[in-house]
């Protein structure tokens, strides 16, 4: 994807991040965009640009006489090209109604404004306090927020935190522990075009509200080296809720799902 990204250290404390990119690298087209471009050498330089920026702000706060770090991030990007309605067609008729012809309306451009925030919450006693690193020893927390205009987005509002522990098992001073919670909102405009689709077709089907996931993982460090990560995810309406495929009458939602896994990451 052609672009350029710029960095600009402001003070010690404050550091400006902006980019401008492609808005549409594998071009126009109805295919998935992983086939479109399958090779990812398209270099397309004459589509709407995506133009994202953010600042970071780097600071301290004094617990008991000793300093923790932490930083604060909000930004916002811009798209100028063009994104379909979730719920409209150009003639103002819902998408879901087959008098209409089902086509949703092109919207110009797009944005979406969020915010980032990262604590040390501890650090044991003799470990230096430089940043909020997450291979440090002690606890480190997160939190992330974004919003975009839902007439246009299928997910309006996204909201995700955490917290992380690190040489916290005996005997073993880099593994680490952590626990983390993502919420996606759909969009009123889309959860309307459900409701619309019930209406059109009689059909009560489940209207779209949220996915909410909840995850914990343990990195076990085996040598330097290398790391095993087993992670446990439950995932709570997956895509907002969405009909289930295998019920005929369209009726109820997708149910919710438990994901078990591992990883494995060698460096060398």
């Known amino acids: 994807m052609p672009g350029i990204r710029i960095k600009a250290a402001l ?7 902006g980019a401008v990119f492609n808005g549409d690298p594998s071009g126009p087209g109805d295919q998935d965009p992983q086939i479109r471009d399958h090779h990812g050498l398209a270099f397309r330089v004459n589509d709407p640009p995506w133009v994202i920026g953010q600042v970071r702000f780097n600071y301290d706060i004094d617990v008991g006489g000793r300093p923790l770090a932490g930083n604060f991030t909000p930004g916002a990007w811009k798209h100028y090209g063009s994104f379909d ?3 409209f067609t150009a003639e103002g008729q819902s998408i879901a109604d087959s008098s209409g012809s089902g086509i949703p309306a092109r919207l110009r451009g797009n944005y979406g404004i969020f915010a980032v925030i990262e604590q040390v919450l501890y650090r044991p006693p003799g470990v230096k306090e430089n940043s909020t690193s997450a291979s440090l020893p ?8 974004a919003y975009s205009p839902p007439d246009r987005n299928l997910i309006d509002l996204y909201l995700d935190g955490g917290i992380g522990f690190v040489g916290f098992t005996p005997g073993r001073p880099l593994d680490r522990f952590g626990v983390a919670m993502a919420y996606m909102r759909i969009s009123n405009t889309a959860r309307h ?3 619309d689709a019930n209406v059109y077709t009689g059909v009560q089907g489940p209207v779209r509200s949220n996915e909410t996931l909840l995850e914990m993982i343990y990195e076990a460090h085996i040598k330097p080296g290398w790391l095993i990560a087993p992670y446990f995810q439950y995932v709570f309406r997956p895509s907002g809720g969405v009909p289930n495929p295998n019920d005929p009458t369209g009726v109820s939602r997708i149910g919710d799902a438990a994901v078990f896994g591992v990883t494995t990451t060698i460096r060398y």
């Open 138 to 145: 002690g606890i480190t927390a997160f939190g992330r927020i």
């Open 85 to 87: 309605s979730q719920r």
């Open 193 to 195: 075009l459900d409701v």
């Open 11 to 17: 003070s010690d404390q404050i550091t400006a991040y």
